[in-house]
């Protein structure tokens, strides 16, 4: 009978497999910490383990890995032949092409230079788009999220798209605002459902504001999964598209600077915060208090009506919540330094609180599927309702 093809492929991965990690000397030693542990038990949650890399996001990205060796080395065998066999262009001028020939060099310069604009000037929508369908008042708030590169350089900062995704409000849609090479996003905001200082600008209560910073970073990260984008700080609000498309005209080169920025970072700084109160009541940690027995004392402080034991759970959670994130965000990048985890005995908090700050080395061929193991981490953490925020320290905009 005839193996099937698939059958045999799998079974000589798995050869392969097992001969790289008996002669992977680094993993041997991280096993020395099992010395006392059955080795059947060790192999058996290794295992589990191995089963977690081939999720759908996580198997995309090995074949994606490996299709990106193999094309690197194909390009180092096509690097080589364009050094000997220059290829000369049948419009170039008798004076060019010698130039070209004695210095070869000159035509891997030119095919840099337009990957690297093709990179920041893509034709391609990255999601689904509609139109506008309504005249924008000069009267209406809006909210900025960010900006990116925009596909053409046509915009004048005339709105007429929107795209299939709700602002921080979950009410209006993002708005596509183009302005010569950079593309805003940005959406209306509904005026009596928020109130105004003193010079009539409006404003937002503490206890809105814990939800809407959760859906601005949340926004952000959809956006950034897509596109190279820099963000604005939470509540960048203004008045009247015409009052925006002036001050992108003020700021058009610092803008332009940024975005440079923002394409040539390979150091993210990434920052999740959990809100205690949201946590301590989601069932896998309120539950705790039912098998209470007794009151002890804790070096948390314990206000009333928090059991001591519940407390212990959350932040136990919060922990493990730390170390999965990071952990998953490794795979991506090329190395990383923690400036914080939480500690279990940490506090409670009545705000958002920093569980994990950490900067990562992400290399520009995996900064897409870095963005969105950020988005899916996001969407797998979603009934903690942890708020993950993305910079770079090397990128400023001041709008």
Known sequence: MKQDPAKKSSDLILEQLAVKIKQNETLRRKLE???????????????????FLFSDELRDLILQLVEQEINRDDADVTEIV??????????????????????PDL???????????????????????????MELKESEWFYLLGFCYAP?????GIPSKKISLKGIDGVNNIILLDYGDVRFFIHQLQEMKYGRDNIG????????????????EKTLNILRSEEVIVPF????????????????????????????EVHDAVEWDVEVFAYDQHIIELPVVADAAKDRIVTRESRHPVSKGRDVK?????????????QEIHSQLLLHAAKSKIDFMIRLDNAFMDDWKSILSVRYNVG???????????????QEYEQFKLMIRVTSPNVRISF
């Open 201 to 216: 600008k409006l404003t937002v209560s503490p206890k809105i504001a814990y939800l809407l910073k959760y859906e601005h």
């Open 82 to 103: 364009h050094e000997k066999i220059p290829i000369l262009d049948a419009t170039e001028s008798p004076e060019e092409t010698q130039r070209i020939v004695e210095k």
């Open 233 to 260: 700080p939470f509540w960048t609000i203004m008045q009247g598209k015409d009052t925006i498309n002036n001050r992108i005209e003020d700021k058009y080169v610092d803008i332009l600077r940024s975005l440079i």
């Open 310 to 322: 519940v407390l212990d759970k959350l932040l136990f959670k919060e922990k493990s919540l730390a």
């Open 364 to 378: 520009k061929d995996k900064r897409k599927n870095f963005y969105r193991s950020i988005r899916s981490i996001q």
């Open 33 to 51: 910490p099992f010395l006392n542990l059955p080795p059947d038990k060790v192999a058996a949650a290794v295992v589990q383990q191995f089963e």
């Open 107 to 133: 035509i891997l310069d030119q095919s840099i230079s337009t990957e690297s604009i093709m990179e920041r000037y893509g034709t391609k929508e990255h999601f689904p788009i509609e139109p506008l369908g």
């Open 152 to 156: 053409d350089s046509t915009g004048h």
